[in-house]
């Protein structure tokens, strides 16, 4: 079964956010590229959308989330019958466990490491 894909408004936000940034920094060609990956990536949840991480399993949490980790992004999302639906995405130094569901998932050795 082939599903259907859509990203959520706050996801559309940030990855628009990220290609500018990604183009001031570094580039037009680098910042599509990173784009692509993550959007490729997530194209292949159409087909394989069990391949992100279970979060429900992971952290002992009623959720139908899981998480898909590509090009230093989280991508959150869930299955709605037919569809798959990108909710959430955040960078890899985000704190996505406490912002989706206020658990913090930071010890005070990454804290330190990161400045935050």
């Known amino acids: 079964m082939k599903y259907k894909l859509e990203y959520s408004q706050i996801v559309r936000r940030k990855l628009k956010t990220l290609k500018l940034y990604l183009t001031e920094q570094y580039g037009e060609e680098l910042a599509k590229t990173a784009v692509k990956k993550i959007t490729d990536r997530a194209r292949d949840l ?8 279970d979060l429900s399993a992971k952290y002992d949490i009623n959720t139908d989330f899981r998480d898909l980790f590509v090009n230093h992004n ?6 709605d019958s037919d569809t798959i639906i990108i909710a959430e995405m955040f960078e890899e130094k985000e704190d ?3 912002k989706l569901f206020g658990i913090s998932g930071r010890t005070q050795e990454s804290i330190d490491y990161w400045g935050e």
Do not use: S
């Open 74 to 79: 989280h991508l959150f999302y869930y299955k």
């Open 96 to 98: 996505f466990m406490y």
């Open 46 to 53: 159409q087909t394989n959308p069990d391949m992100g991480v």
